[in-house]
């Protein structure tokens, strides 16, 4: 078989992949009904957690499910269906609800499982293609897949089934995102690492405060403001009287006196008034495009116009914030 046949094929097959799934999801979203949204009111209502479990593929379909509601503000995690049987039941309270995932719905291994949530009345939801089976019939709400032929061409691979899963506990994860009201702070706080996590920091999160802000009086001298400049290695000062920020002095604002008897001035004398700042609640993100924006290095962060702390491009830059 020459290569450009063999090349032919594979796109061929990763193109019935393809289209296999995205007939799936168009029959799952049209089959939405009553079932999914009566198992977002249930997730919203319990005192615990969602416990997920499943078996084989379902379980590690599971796990991706159980980190994204986790991760989404829906706290959850996965139970091994096998391990449940041997001890694991014990994670789970009455405060709970079990979303237990299997496409033929007879997995032998989530019987017990099943037993466990109907001895002691916990809530069980069951994504399953089979409503009659095993597990939907004991299930309180079914999350019933379409009956979609698997891509593998012995149909046997779990494929698409596990696409549609992983779709509906998406599709889950955001509907229960949406009705929390889950903001990109809360998002942020279980993100702390990574990429998301950097996207995220505020300038609060990077900004430097106390005594490692360069500030001096209006009245202080020329020198003593070179001074607390060179000192604080910013490169700027903050010029307050009464806790309010009046002005900056910067490198520029030294070069622009420098002919007229600079060290003879106060840093009042020579600042720049009215000078651009930030809010400490604004993205780090938002904060380097204003220092764009406006051909500055740094920004004094300031709260009812008294500074709370000072922020570098670099800071952000080092973080990995943009």
């Known amino acids: 078989m020459n290569a450009s046949l063999e090349h032919t094929k594979s796109i061929a097959a990763a193109r019935r992949v393809f289209g296999l799934a995205a007939d799936g999801i168009a029959a799952l979203s049209s089959s939405l009904g009553t079932d999914f949204s009566a198992c977002v009111e249930l997730l919203l209502s319990i005192k615990g957690r969602v416990i997920v479990s499943g078996m084989g593929k379902s379980g590690h379909v599971g796990h991706k499910i159980a980190a994204t509601l986790a991760s989404t503000g829906t706290p959850a995690f996965f139970v091994h269906a096998a391990e449940a049987s041997h001890g694991d039941l014990g994670m789970i309270t009455n405060d709970d609800a079990v979303l237990a995932l299997s496409n033929s719905g007879e997995t032998t291994e989530l019987s017990d499982l099943i037993a466990y949530t109907r001895r002691f009345g916990i809530k069980l939801v069951a994504i399953t293609s089979k409503r009659a089976s095993s597990l939907g019939s004991a299930a309180d709400i079914v999350l019933e897949l379409p009956n979609a032929p698997e891509a593998c061409p012995l149909g046997l691979a779990p494929t698409t089934s596990t696409t549609l899963m992983i779709s509906l506990g998406d599709a889950l994860a955001v509907a229960l995102l949406e009705r929390r009201g889950f903001t990109s702070e809360d998002f942020n706080v279980f993100h702390p690492g990574g990429k ?77 008034k009215s000078p651009r700042t930030a809010q400490a609640n604004i993205l780090a993100a938002e904060a380097l495009r204003l220092m764009n924006e406006w051909k500055v290095a740094c920004l004094f962060v300031v709260e009812d116009g008294k500074p709370v702390g000072i922020v570098r491009l670099h800071d952000i830059l080092r973080a990995g914030a943009a």
């Open 196 to 272: 998301l996590g950097r996207k995220l920091l505020k300038v609060s999160d990077l900004m430097h405060t106390g005594d490692e802000m360069p500030l001096v009086a209006p009245t202080a001298s020329m020198p003593e403001t070179i001074l607390v400049m060179t000192k604080k290695t910013f490169g700027i000062a903050g010029v307050i009287d009464g806790g309010k920020l009046l002005g900056v002095v910067t490198d520029g604002d030294l070069r622009r006196h420098m002919q007229s008897n600079l060290l003879a001035k106060t840093a009042g004398d020579i600042m720049t």
